[in-house]
Structures are given as C-alpha cells and as structure tokens.
T-cell receptor, first 118, second 112 residues
Framework: AQTVTQSQPEMSVQEAETVTLSCTYDTSESNYYLFWYKQPPSRQMILVIRQEAYKQQNATENRFSVNFQKAAKSFSLKISDSQLGDTAMYFCAFMNPHGGTSYGKLTFGQGTILTVHP | DSGVTQTPKHLITATGQRVTLRCSPRSGDLSVYWYQQSLDQGLQFLIQYYNGEERAKGNILERFSAQQFPDLHSELNLSSLELGDSALYFC???????????FGSGTRLTVV
C-alpha cells in the first residue's frame, strides 16, 4: 500500500518570500502521479500542481514548482513570492493510474498548514 | 465552479438518523470518488464508482453505502449516524484513465 508523509504540520512565511513544503511517499510502483492540493479556509480542494513520475522535468505552475526526486521518493512544493491568498492547508497526494484495487485512488498526506504573514 | 456539484452544502441531523449526500460529476467524467475529512483524520478514501460499477473500496463503514446511477450522479447514504460521523464529505470525479480529480465543494455533516 502507498503511504504519503508530510513531516511539517505547520509552516509560516513572510509575504513575497519563498517557502518549501516537504512530502515523502512510499510505493513499489514505477509509474504514478503526484499532486499538491490547496485547501483554503473555504475548505474547497484546489489542485495546485501535478507531476507524472515518468517525466524527469519538474512541474511548474506560475509561482508554484516542485522538486521531484524519484529515487528518494521525495516531492516538495516551492512557493515563490508568497501571497496572503496562499494561506491554506496544503496536501500532498499520490495516485496509482493503473489497474488493481487502488486504481485511481488518491492517498493523501496529513497536510501542512501554511500561514503567509504581511 | 469546479463542475462537480454536491448537495446539500450543510446538513445537521441527530444521532441514529439516516442522510443521503448527492454528487453530480463533471461532464464527461465516468469515475466518482467519495472522501471523508474529519478534523483528526485527514482525508480518507471511502469508495469509488466507475460508470455505474463499484471499483474500489476504502475504510467505509458498513453503515455507509453508495451507488452511481445511469446518469452518473452518485449518492452516499449514511445511516445510524453517530457523533463521530460529523465530517466534511467530498465527492470528486475524473475522466478515464484517471490523471487527477476535480473536487466538489463538499457537504459538511454535523451529527448532534
């Protein structure tokens, strides 16, 4: 079974600075997807970024980028130029896109609460 | 609007009662997933349906059941409710093959 671990329960950063959230996972699969989801106080789950394991290049979406280290099973999220609207809970998640009982299931980490201070 | 519609948004009910949560997936998505988010449990996978068939099951209690109808909307039925069932219940959908989800806005269930 896959597991996802986020070792930082809470993080804080000053507006306009950069912050990195950590995530590690465990799987025996060679091809899979990794995600970062954001959950603001509204509780809506918002996809921030997606990484396909077979792609060497790290995914980027505007101010958000990942550092994907497949051998180390590490998937960190870097937020540049932090904004007050980035304040949220951030979840790392793993998906097995292939067949079997875990097909399509998202396994989430416990989340990291990020607070951006003015 | 994410395209995934969940109703109702809020539900308050008494212990021992039964409720039904409804989800309409995004147009074109065949898979529907249900997740439970409690304060101390994070996001827990409950069950997945694909084109009307149950595809995968997580730690779903026997008091809970779900189904997906021919029009692809899904319902999650929770019965004999306990205080500990109070949580945010999310529905999400994905196209085949799955490469990411779109989440609904959730149903907040409070059992009193």
């Amino acid at each position: 079974a896959q597991t996802v671990t986020q070792s930082q329960p809470e993080m804080s950063v000053q507006e306009a600075e950069t912050v990195t959230l950590s995530c590690t996972y465990d799987t025996s699969e060679s091809n899979y997807y990794l995600f970062w989801y954001k959950q603001p106080p509204s509780r809506q789950m918002i996809l921030v970024i997606r990484q396909e394991a077979y792609k060497q290049q790290n995914a980027t979406e505007n101010r958000f980028s990942v550092n994907f280290q497949k051998a180390a099973k590490s998937f960190s999220l870097k937020i540049s130029d932090s904004q007050l609207g980035d304040t949220a809970m951030y979840f790392c998640a793993f998906m097995n896109p292939h067949g079997g009982t875990s097909y399509g299931k998202l396994t989430f980490g416990q989340g990291t609460i990020l607070t951006v201070h003015p | 609007d994410s395209g995934v519609t969940q109703t109702p948004k809020h539900l308050i009910t008494a212990t021992g009662q039964r409720v039904t949560l409804r989800c309409s997936p995004r147009s074109g998505d065949l898979s529907v997933y249900w997740y439970q988010q409690s304060l101390d449990q994070g996001l827990q996978f409950l069950i997945q349906y694909y084109n009307g068939e149950e595809r995968a099951k997580g730690n779903i209690l026997e008091r809970f059941s779900a189904q997906q109808f021919p029009d692809l909307h899904s319902e999650l039925n929770l019965s004999s409710l306990e205080l500990g069932d109070s949580a945010l219940y999310f529905c999400a959908s994905s196209p085949p093959p799955p490469s990411g989800y779109t989440f609904g806005s959730g149903t907040r269930l409070t059992v009193v």
